[in-house]
C-alpha cells in the first residue's frame, strides 16, 4: 500500500490483479515486491530492488502529471530523479507548482482521459460502470464489480 495513502479502499491484492488484467495482452511483468514487502515501502525502496532484480534493464516510472508536482516531496526524491526516467501522462490538473528540470521526464501529451484515480472511484461508488469503462479497460470495470470494489 503506498505510504502516502490513509484511505485506500481496494486492498493491494485488488489493485495487483486489476494491473495484471489491464496487461494481459502486453510484454509487461507486474512484479509483486510491494505487496508482499513486510515494512513500509517507499518508491525508492522499490526501484532500488527493481535495479537489483533487472541489472541490465533500464527503469522508467509511469506516473500522472499530477504526481510529477509532488515529486519533490518523496522520499529520497533527488536519487529517485537520477536512477530512472520517468514518463508522465498529461492531465488538465491546477498547476501551482512547477517541474523540477532536472527530471528525466517525458510527457504523454496527447492523453484523452482526463480523470483522476479520485474521481474514478466516485464514479464507481454510484455503480455506474457504463461511465466507467471511457475511463479503464472493460475487464478491470468488471473485475471492480464482481469483487464490489469501490462502493463504499
Known sequence: MPVDKVNVTA?????FNMLKILFNNLNV???DFELFSKKKN???HTIKYLISKYKDAKITMVVGQDKIYKLKNWYRSNEIMNLIDIVCFNREVKVTES?????NLKKI????INISS????????????TQAE???HIDVVDYIRKNNLYVR
Not at 501529451?109 to 484523452?112: C, G, L, V
Not at 479520485?118 to 460502470?129: G, S
Open 109 to 112: 501529451e496527447k492523453f484523452n
Open 134 to 136: 471511457k475511463y479503464t
Open 29 to 31: 511483468e507486474i512484479d
Open 42 to 44: 517507499y518508491t525508492f
Open 11 to 15: 486492498k493491494s491484492i485488488h489493485r
Open 99 to 103: 517541474i523540477n528540470s532536472s527530471i
Open 118 to 129: 479520485t474521481q474514478l472511484r466516485k464514479v464507481l461508488k454510484t455503480n455506474n460502470y
